[in-house]
């Protein structure tokens, strides 16, 4: 059995849920790497209704996640999360592929 390229944390996947239902409307989270940031990639996260052809669909628990191919290369192995801590609330993508991160967490380079 091969391990997923990507997979949604069940915190990140409740999330989605809540935010959805919020809503009132199926939500799917987009994660995508642009160029930029201070480490030379970031990450960026929106909230979408609808998958594009060259995506990849992650699902956990009724949520689902989508990213695409391009930034698939740099995501490979990631986990994305959410975290509720007392310095706010955010989703974070976990990637095994990063060699460093900015202190903010949101950009990182390969």
């Given at each position: 059995m091969t391990k997923p390229d990507v997979?949604?944390?069940?915190?990140a996947a409740r999330r989605?849920?809540?935010i959805g239902k919020a809503e009132g409307r199926e939500l799917?989270?987009?994660?995508?790497v642009e160029g930029?940031?201070?480490?030379?990639?970031?990450?960026?996260?929106?909230?979408?209704?609808?998958?594009n052809d060259d995506d990849l669909?992650?699902?956990?628990?009724?949520?689902?996640?989508?990213?695409?191919?391009?930034s698939l290369i740099m995501l490979k192995g990631s986990v994305i999360?959410?975290?509720?801590?007392?310095?706010?609330?955010e989703f974070r993508v976990r990637n095994p592929n990063a060699k460093?991160?900015?202190?903010?967490g949101v950009s990182f380079s390969i």
């Open positions: 997979t949604l944390s069940p915190a989605i849920h809540d799917m989270l987009r994660v995508a930029g940031g201070c480490s030379g990639f970031q990450y960026q996260f929106d909230l979408v209704d609808a998958v669909k992650v699902e956990l628990d009724g949520a689902s996640a989508v990213v695409d191919l391009m999360d959410y975290v509720d801590e007392l310095a706010g609330a460093s991160s900015c202190g903010c």
